[in-house]
């Protein structure tokens, strides 16, 4: 088995997503980076399904890379005709909340200032639950492994995922979101990852309610056997302001006149200690 790049440090200095001028656009005005459903990205392998439980409905991912040359690959895939935008932010860009339980939560506390991406109202949706995974950098974030074979990615799949007792144990859950086959190694992928559950409404009285905790790893249960999802495709997380300070647009190497005066303006408006730059490429490919 071989994989791709195995020498990397696990967590680069800067991050880039190619996308839209429109994206960038949302994302500077709610201040916020989006996590989709795995089964809604790209490749239509990230999928695993595992004793019949289709973990993509409940992984959500935001994709980036750690590769700081630009990609025509990239540029062609993820922007219209190479007119779209490269962004560029630190490695971690999301804001630390301080996790403090609401006074109504009865029997439950936190040991010491713990802080976290999501608050305690955010982890807890009224038909979802993000379990704090991302509390461990390694699991909230890491670059993907691009595998020779298929079979290879469908073996460590099977091997993160364990059953005993009729109880399911997860011992790898980063395996089964940063795995890809090497058709995919262009990318150069990293990833951050949620792991977002079917939930039953939160009592007023929090978590440790005695009946939402006896309760719930039933409802979880049935909801794996019956494909029953978190009932959201996407959940969005708020970006650090100091993050924002540091952004740097590249314009797509086709990007026309206009197209560059509306992202200077966007950055000006909302990130206006960042810096807009022209592509590397630019000149250098011919419009088709």
Known sequence: MQSARPHQSPHPDRIFHNTSIDTLALILKSRRIRFSRLDR???SREAP???????????FVSCWTGEKRESIPQWQLYTEKMTGVRIE??????????????????????????????????????????????????YFAGRVEYLADVADVDERYKSAVSFSSNNLA??????????????????DEYRFALFVLPSLPLPPDGPANAGFCNALPQHIANSFQTGRDPGITYLDVDLTESALYELVVTTGPLCLPGA??????????Y?????VQGSSLEG?????
């Open 41 to 43: 990205v790209d490749d």
């Open 49 to 59: 399904t595992i004793q019949g439980i289709h973990f993509s409905k409940y992984f």
């Open 89 to 138: 932010l630190p490695s971690y860009p999301f804001r630390e909340k301080h996790l403090t339980p609401p006074p109504s939560w009865l029997n439950t506390r936190t040991q010491g200032l713990m802080t976290s991406p999501l608050d305690f109202g955010e982890m807890f949706g009224p038909s979802h639950m993000v379990l704090p995974m991302f509390l461990n950098r390694d």
């Open 170 to 187: 997860i011992s790898r859950p980063f395996d089964l979101v940063r795995l890809k086959t090497i058709d995919w190694a262009f990318q």
């Open 260 to 269: 560059k005066l509306c992202v200077d303006s966007l950055v000006k408006q």
């Open 271 to 275: 990130a206006p200690l960042g810096r």
């Open 284 to 288: 250098r490919i011919r419009p088709r």
